[in-house]
């Protein structure tokens, strides 16, 4: 037995409290207080698949692992299964363990060059391939980035977002060049793109790009710092997009059939540049055009984006975004080495073209800025308890 009295070694690092935080606490402290984005960090981080997403991107636990009949309990979270709030990108110190995991350090909330994360550069970006820029949003930087990572075999599979005539956005998987530019471009409603992932691993694939809003990036940086290393470390680079809300499903039919007339197939291509812009089939309209004020669109914004606080994607290897004086091309946040790496290949092979934007485009940086400053604010629950109590970022760990 220990001596009580023997002092610890100054070397020795402080023991690691043990995470017994199992689904009764992601339930009380995610999802119950409506602070849950759908992800899909917990169902892919499940090993017993009794986690599954609903119609609106809320998890829930299958009947069969209820335990005495509840819901919110699970059988195997009662035997000491902890692996669904390890991998809850909302759950207790997220931010700043994710910092941790990418940078080595937590950001600094005092810092206003931090507002969006930490970050090694802001690029501007666009594919040189014209087919590539014509489908993407703005510069086609994540298509390019995506065909030219699976080109070279740095990774096997991505996981995208689909979208159907009407205007459904799917999660799905893309393999080819092909498949990538069927998923280029930008819908506003939630597509929960690592839902895909089982999909993958079934199909063979090792290395995996995820693309996806900052609720989505934040997944596997905390995944691999609370050890569920298997799905962490599955993702080989990770997409952020900027993003400071997404529509539920009703706002197509709520709002754009209700109040404008426009069916579904009526638009082509939607884009918020200040407001919601469409453009629409040939014949609806005299300018095939529509601007929509976003104030008209606020009433539709999902539950989970009105207390999320990261616009920037801030643990993305690079987060993009449209934001700025050029439509053609993607605001890059370059985050990690890795991130810098695939974007000096990709220019050394003339496949981008590049500029700086604190240079090119300073409007752009102080919008970055002032739109995740505004995000912050929405964060609504203390770091301690998880509650809706204060106005508590989740920039600092307890100390
Ligand atoms: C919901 C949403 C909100 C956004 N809000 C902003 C914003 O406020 N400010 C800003 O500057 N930028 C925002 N963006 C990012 C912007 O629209 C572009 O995605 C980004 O600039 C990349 O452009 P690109 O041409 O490089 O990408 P592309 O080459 O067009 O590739 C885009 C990728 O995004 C995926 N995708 C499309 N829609 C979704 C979706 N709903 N969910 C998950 N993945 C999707 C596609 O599958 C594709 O792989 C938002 C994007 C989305 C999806
Ligand atoms: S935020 Fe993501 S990981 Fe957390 S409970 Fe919701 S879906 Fe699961
Ligand atoms: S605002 Fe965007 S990043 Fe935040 S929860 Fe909503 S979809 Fe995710």
């Given at each position: 037995m220990n001596n009580p009295t023997t002092p610890t070694p100054p070397s020795a690092a402080p023991k690691k409290e043990r995470w017994k935080a199992n689904w009764s606490q992601l339930w009380e402290e995610v999802v119950d207080t409506e602070i849950?984005?759908?992800?899909?960090?917990?169902?892919?981080?499940?090993?017993?698949?009794?986690?599954?997403?609903?119609?609106?991107?809320?998890?829930?636990?299958?009947?069969d692992a209820w335990h005495e009949s509840d819901p919110s309990t699970c059988t195997h979270g009662e035997r000491g299964c902890t692996l669904c709030t390890r991998a809850c990108p909302r759950f207790r110190a997220w931010?700043?363990?994710?910092?941790?995991?990418?940078?080595?350090?937590?950001?600094?909330?005092?810092?206003?060059?931090?507002?969006?994360?930490?970050?090694?550069?802001?690029?501007?970006?666009?594919?040189t391939d014209p087919n590539i820029t014509r489908q993407g949003q703005d510069g086609g930087f994540v298509s390019a980035l995506l065909i030219y990572c699976l080109e070279r075999g740095y990774i096997d599979a991505a996981l995208v977002s689909y979208v159907d005539d009407e205007w459904n956005a799917r999660p799905g998987v893309a393999w080819t060049r092909d498949d990538v530019l069927r998923a280029a471009g930008s819908r506003y409603t939630y597509s929960s793109n690592l839902a895909a992932y089982a999909e993958a691993i079934?199909?063979?694939?090792?290395?995996?790009?995820?693309?996806?809003?900052?609720?989505?990036?934040?997944?596997?940086?905390?995944?691999?710092e609370r050890g569920v290393r298997k799905a962490g470390k599955r993702i080989a680079l990770n997409?952020?997009?900027?993003?400071?809300?997404?529509?539920?499903?009703?706002?197509l039919d709520g709002l754009l059939l209700d109040r404008y007339g426009l069916e579904r197939r009526d638009i082509t291509r939607m884009d918020i540049k200040g407001v919601l812009q469409l453009q629409l089939r040939e014949g609806i309209n005299e300018e095939n055009y529509l601007e929509v004020p976003l104030k008209e669109c606020h009433a539709f914004t999902r539950l989970g984006c009105t207390t999320c606080p990261d616009f920037s994607a801030e643990h993305a290897d690079i987060s993009v975004g449209g934001i700025g004086g050029f439509d053609n091309r993607s605001l890059?946040?370059?985050?990690?080495?890795?991130?810098?790496?695939?974007?000096?290949?990709?220019?050394?092979?003339?496949l981008l073209e590049m500029a700086d934007a604190f240079a090119d485009d300073p409007k752009a940086v102080k919008l970055l800025n002032?739109?995740?400053?505004?995000?912050?604010?929405?964060?609504?629950?203390?770091?301690?308890?998880g509650r809706p109590e204060e106005h508590a970022a989740p920039g600092l760990l307890p100390s």
């Open positions: 849950c984005t759908g992800c899909s960090g917990c169902i892919v981080a499940c090993p017993k698949n009794v986690l599954t997403l609903d119609d609106g991107w809320h998890p829930a636990l299958h009947r931010e700043p363990q994710a910092d941790i995991h990418l940078h080595g350090r937590q950001r600094n909330p005092d810092a206003p060059e931090e507002v969006a994360g930490i970050y090694k550069s802001l690029l501007l970006l666009n594919a079934e199909e063979g694939a090792e290395k995996i790009a995820l693309v996806g809003m900052g609720c989505q990036s934040s997944v596997a940086p905390i995944m691999m997409i952020g997009l900027l993003c400071s809300k997404t529509f539920s499903e009703d706002f890059a946040v370059v985050r990690t080495d890795y991130g810098a790496q695939l974007i000096d290949e990709m220019v050394r092979a003339e002032i739109l995740s400053k505004g995000s912050r604010k929405r964060w609504p629950v203390s770091v301690e308890s």
